[in-house]
């Protein structure tokens, strides 16, 4: 059965470090897809990243970057120069298949940006 | 253009009683989505419609929840005789449907809540 796991409830970083949060997934599907969303507490979904099981390289859009180890089934995503906006619950995702289809989303990882 | 939009943005009901969540997607997606978010838990997936296909309803929790939607535009999602245990946020995604990454856009979320 398909699963995301994200170990950390928690995480804190200092301004402009960066950080990175875990994502370990479980399909016996070849062909599938990994997102990452943010949350804000006012509760609207962000997409930052997405990639595709076949993609050779690391996806990355502007500070964060998708650490993709396939044997290891993780995805961890990495924001650079953490600012004080990313503050929110991060989402990682799974979704079978390379066509539409329903997003298995981890419990999350909520990140505290220090000043 | 619009973002997804749902409606009502808040809705408090008592016990027993039924109600109507209703979203309006993207226009020219054909994909539609309906995830369910309890308080600090991730996203739980309930139904997907694609197009003209039969919907993907292996996410609704009970058969009090259904959901319809009229052609390629609005969806509805109600859930009968609503019990406690169903408050929670509901969130409306829709995307391009087809291959390839299929970005869900979410909505702003409608905020249930059973008395």
């Known amino acids: 059965a398909q699963k995301i796991t994200q170990t950390q409830p928690g995480m804190f970083v200092q301004e402009k470090e960066a950080v990175t949060l875990d994502c370990t997934y479980d399909?016996?599907?070849?062909?599938?897809?990994l997102f990452w969303y943010k949350q804000p507490s006012s509760g609207e979904m962000i997409f930052l990243i997405y990639?595709?099981?076949?993609?050779?390289q690391n996806a990355t859009e502007g500070r964060y970057s998708l650490n993709f180890q396939k044997a290891r089934k993780s995805a961890n995503l990495v924001i650079s120069a953490s600012q004080l906006g990313d503050s929110a619950m991060y989402f990682c995702a799974m979704r079978e298949g390379n066509q539409g289809g329903k997003l298995i989303f981890g419990q999350g990882t909520e990140l505290s940006v220090k000043p | 253009g619009a973002g997804v939009s749902q409606s009502p943005s808040n809705k408090v009901t008592e016990k027993g009683k039924d109600v109507e969540l209703r979203c309006d997607p993207i226009?020219?997606?054909?994909?539609l989505y309906w995830y369910r978010q309890r308080l600090g838990q991730g996203l739980e997936f309930l139904i997907y419609f694609q197009g003209n296909s039969a919907p993907d309803k292996s996410g609704l929790p009970s058969d009090r929840f259904s959901a319809e939607r009229t052609g390629e535009s609005v969806s509805t999602l109600t859930i009968q005789r609503t019990q406690q245990e169903d408050s929670a946020v509901y969130l409306c995604?829709?995307?391009?449907?087809?291959?390839?990454?299929?970005?869900?856009?979410f909505g702003p979320g409608t905020r249930l809540t059973v008395l």
């Open positions: 995604a829709s995307s391009l449907g087809g291959v390839g990454y299929n970005e869900q856009f």
């Open positions: 226009s020219g997606h054909t994909a």
């Open positions: 990639q595709g099981s076949y993609d050779e």
């Open positions: 399909t016996s599907d070849q062909s599938y897809g």
